[in-house]
């Protein structure tokens, strides 16, 4: 089976209504279309990298082109594990989660996004709590970033809401603008008092290695 050379695929994370995994090829189809369809208002650019600007159809080729390319790239040293998050069975979007020398500097950081028509359910928290006790509980992560424009005011909520500090700030050129986008960290003490969220994670023994991290004897 494939999952004996890529144990990923069975690496599972369920809160109360959510489940996060790698998508098979027809669901990662599901979620480029739901990029198509809209993952924020025009007005604003919420991503450093301003993809969603694309035409619908290069966008949805955009993201099945980046799945692919985050898992042919997967080494222990540089390594993004990109999830589909699903709700009764139906893709939401993508919560990402990102180490480089993991094994050493226990840092991790994390990106998403949703479509447009799930914004304002709560979902983005409880994902984002997901890949934090993947990281915290399951890989033993001291710490983990996020970053958000100042206008980003839903991704700034949750952070807040998780237990996220403020960082520093960085300026971009995004869109052709000047734009300061606010780095944010929390460490493993932080997120022991926020975590409210409960979650399940499951296979992720057999995919330790792969994290640059010894599998339990």
């Avoid at 279309?33 to 993809?51: I, K, N, Q, S, T």
């Avoid at 222990?76 to 998050?85: F, I, K, S």
């Avoid at 983005?124 to 890989?139: D, I, K, N, Q, Y």
Wanted: proline letters at 6%.
């Amino acid at each position: 089976m494939l999952s004996d050379h890529w144990p990923l695929l069975g690496l599972r994370l369920t809160t109360p209504r959510l489940e996060l995994r790698l998508p098979t090829e027809d669901e990662l189809a599901l979620l480029a279309d739901l990029a198509a369809e809209g993952v924020h208002e025009p007005e604003r650019m919420p991503f450093l990298v301003p993809w969603t600007d694309l035409p619908p159809a290069e966008r949805a080729r955009s993201v099945v082109q980046h799945h692919w390319l985050r898992r042919g790239t997967w080494t222990p040293q540089d390594w993004a594990l990109t999830l589909a998050v699903f709700r009764d069975g139906e893709v939401l979007g993508l919560q990402a989660v990102t180490g480089r020398d993991f094994a050493v500097r226990r840092e991790v950081s994390s990106g998403s996004w949703l479509g447009l028509r799930h914004h304002g359910q709560g979902v983005g928290t409880e994902m984002r709590a997901a890949v934090l006790e993947l990281a915290f509980t399951g890989l033993g992560a001291l710490e983990a970033t996020s970053g958000a424009m100042a206008y980003n005011h839903a991704s700034r909520a949750v952070s807040r809401k998780l237990g996220y500090r403020e960082d520093g700030v960085e300026h971009h050129v995004v869109r052709g603008d000047r734009v300061a986008n606010t780095r944010l960290r929390i460490d493993r003490a932080a997120w022991e008092r926020h975590r409210t969220t409960p979650v399940a994670i499951d296979g992720l023994d057999r995919c330790l290695p792969l994290f640059g991290l010894p599998q339990p004897a």
